[in-house]
């Protein structure tokens, strides 16, 4: 079969700016070869690339590789490796394209030959053909499947929100269980480290994420800033944003300074509607989501590895809750587009419309996930723009922090499963693989290269939006209404914090107790 140009493009791209070795590591498997002996290695290009990580997990050119782990046999008789994943039916955002190649027109010529790379090495190692088991909804075939004894597939990648439950309910395999024997390596480079510490309850792991999946980083908040805006109403007064960034001066306070500077009534029609320039657009979610990167824990971890209300400890957590309510609220008919609460934009999809004013140019910040920032694409004629963190409480908060929401893939494997051991075993061989083929053509390439627009956002993305992702308990489990309190307050123009938290306290403890029981039935 003949490379079509846009795929022989794409495979170009990926070997001049990857180093991949493609095929040349590969060795047969074979019946007398332990599977520690093979391995789906690649070149280490990534965010992190290879810096500081264990030569345990790497071969003799830098490659990430399971071939130094202590591993079983691969004498599974298996010919495929079905993984139950988020089509774009109805999901035409948040779909799955890091297990299955060419299944969507959208994804980017890179991750599609970063995937089929990655695939057709497993099945040349390990003679397993790799399946996206692609449905509507994933957590609803996950409960049918169990129901009536179905196996249709082998493990699955459920919204991370919707994990909490299915975990809750008994029906997934503790991932920690298959350490022991080698079949899985949590500890591994390619498993996220911080979710597997925040996701574990009660000393079990019934879901998190890795190279196996990029959606952690789409799902992942940042702001975008209109380059041509900033020059022209910030740039005298504030220097350079990309060094107000490094330098820890890049806060709420300034971010709202310079909203100010820029929101205009300028469409010839009384009051501000979303056809007039603003500071900022965003929805009902900015305050949580800044209150969130800033340090401060909804739900955090006891000693014995258990949920704990943090959030409340802290009056000061509970006055900065509220200062940005108290600010976003006042801010909505100034210089913030709170696309869910502006009359004008009633009757229109509102997370369109956010993308659309942003790149219509009429916007100097846009509070966005990286799922929005590739919609802007589509805009021909939009300004240059650049990407910075999300803004710092103050300028004493020691780092910035960028939430990963509820819209992640959580890896699990469900007891409908006919062979747990071989999932774990296959889940830990397609990270390994994705962290050599697949984050690198997400993240070098696809957001890089086509969705930044300058050095400096890279460096952005490299050194402070992606250095510290937040996994919070409390923004996944919405115990008792924690996580939407913010949001819920900010719709209804409140900003008592204090009073709300009082008032939910209870269901909160109520429901994380519920959990830890259902977490320890397995005791």
Avoid at 46 to 58: F, N
Avoid at 381 to 397: A, L
Avoid at 473 to 486: C, E, H, K, N, V
Avoid at 500 to 516: F, P, S, T
């Amino acid at each position: 079969m003949k490379l079509s140009f846009s795929r022989f493009l794409a495979l170009m791209l990926c070997v001049l700016l990857l180093a991949l070795p493609l095929l040349a590591t590969c060795e047969e498997a074979s019946e007398e070869t332990s599977s520690a002996g093979s391995s789906v290695s690649g070149t280490a290009s990534g965010p992190a690339g290879v810096e500081g990580v264990d030569s345990i997990y790497l071969d003799e050119d830098g490659h990430y590789t399971l071939e130094k782990l202590e591993r079983p046999e691969f004498n599974f008789e298996e010919k495929e490796f079905r993984v139950c994943v988020y089509n774009n039916v109805v999901q035409n955002t948040y779909f799955s394209e890091e297990i299955g190649y060419d299944m969507y027109e959208t994804t980017d010529d890179a991750i599609n030959e970063g995937v089929r790379t990655r695939n057709d090495l497993v099945e040349e190692q390990y003679g397993v053909k790799v399946v996206a088991y692609a449905v509507d909804d994933v957590a609803s075939i996950i409960h049918q499947s169990i129901t009536v004894g179905d196996d249709t597939f082998d493990a699955a990648m459920p919204f991370m929100n919707w994990c909490t439950g299915i975990a809750q309910e008994g029906s997934l395999w503790d991932l920690k269980s298959f350490e022991e024997e080698g079949y899985l390596h949590l500890e591994a480079p390619w498993w996220d480290q911080d979710a597997n510490q925040m996701l574990s309850i009660a000393g079990r792991l019934y879901f998190t994420t890795g190279d196996i999946s990029f959606m952690q980083k789409v799902v992942s908040g940042a702001f975008a800033f209109n380059k041509k805006l900033y020059a022209e109403y910030c740039a005298d007064q504030y220097g350079d944003l990309y060094q107000m960034v490094r330098d820890g001066k890049w806060t709420v306070d300034v971010m709202q300074e310079m909203a100010k500077l820029v929101a205009a009534d300028n469409d010839g029609e009384p009051g501000m509607s979303y056809k007039d320039r603003w500071g900022l657009i965003g929805s009902n979610g900015v305050p949580s989501g800044l209150l969130l990167c800033s340090g401060e824990t909804l739900v955090g971890k006891d000693g014995e590895d258990c949920p704990t209300l943090l959030f409340g400890e802290s009056e000061a957590g509970v006055r900065y809750a509220q200062k940005l309510l108290e600010l976003f609220t006042e801010a909505s008919s100034e210089w913030f587009l709170n696309v869910q609460t502006n009359e004008s934009v009633q009757g229109r999809d509102i997370w369109q419309t956010t993308v659309d004013v942003f790149g219509e140019n009429r916007s100097l910040f846009y509070s966005t996930a990286f799922s929005g920032v590739k919609k802007l694409r589509n805009y021909q004629n939009m300004d240059p723009f650049g990407m910075v963190p999300v803004p710092k409480r103050d300028e004493n908060q020691d780092q910035y922090y960028s939430l990963s929401g509820g819209y992640a893939y959580g890896v699990c494997i469900p007891k409908c499963v006919k062979n747990p051991e071989f999932s774990a075993y296959m889940l830990d061989v397609l990270a390994c693989g994705g962290k050599n083929y697949v984050t690198p053509a997400y993240y070098e390439i696809a957001l890089k290269l086509r969705d930044s627009s300058d050095a400096e956002s890279a460096e952005m993305l490299d050194n402070y939006i992606f250095k510290h992702l937040v996994y919070d308990l409390g923004a996944f489990y919405d115990f008792g209404g924690i996580s939407s309190m913010m949001t819920n307050l900010m719709a209804s123009g409140s900003a008592d914090v204090a009073s709300e938290l009082e008032k939910i306290r209870d269901g909160v403890l109520q429901a994380i107790q519920n959990c830890v029981d259902a977490y320890k039935l397995d005791e």
